[in-house]
Nanobody, 121 residues
Framework: QVQLVESGGGLVQAGGSLRLSCAAS????????MGWYRQAPGKQRELVAL???????HYATSVKGRFTISRDTAKNTVYLQMSSLKPEDTAVYYC???????????????WGQGTLVTVSE
């Protein structure tokens, strides 16, 4: 079993900051990538930021320069520091991890339960 537990969502005024955390636990051999997606009401889920084991990071154009993804590999945790938040950032934010559960095994995607971020005018 693998679990992803997110925290840090909430209500913030436009221009403010929030930090999201996502901790992976369970039967984990390695984590190849961890990142964040979001889904606003009536819209499809979209990539926000993703970090891979090679040190590469990818950001949605809409958040570049405002959001920063980071990982604590020892704690199997990924963070999303969000600054200069805008009302259009309002969404449920989901953590995703690409995990190998045993040596030589395949990798699978796992999702957290989501945490709501609301940015008011």
């Amino acid at each position: 079993q693998v679990q992803l537990v997110e925290s840090g969502g909430g209500l913030v005024q436009a221009g403010g900051s929030l930090r999201l955390s996502c901790a992976a636990s369970g039967s984990i051999f390695s984590i190849n990538a961890m990142g964040w997606y979001r889904q606003a009401p009536g819209k499809q889920r979209e990539l926000v930021a993703l970090g891979t084991n090679g040190g590469n990071t990818h950001y949605a154009t809409s958040v570049k320069g405002r959001f920063t993804i980071s990982r604590d590999t020892a704690k199997n945790t990924v963070y999303l520091q969000m600054s200069s938040l805008k009302p259009e950032d309002t969404a449920v934010y989901y953590c995703k991890a690409v995990i190998v559960r045993r040596v030589g095994g395949p990798q699978f995607q796992y999702w957290g339960q989501g945490t709501l971020v609301t940015v008011s005018e």
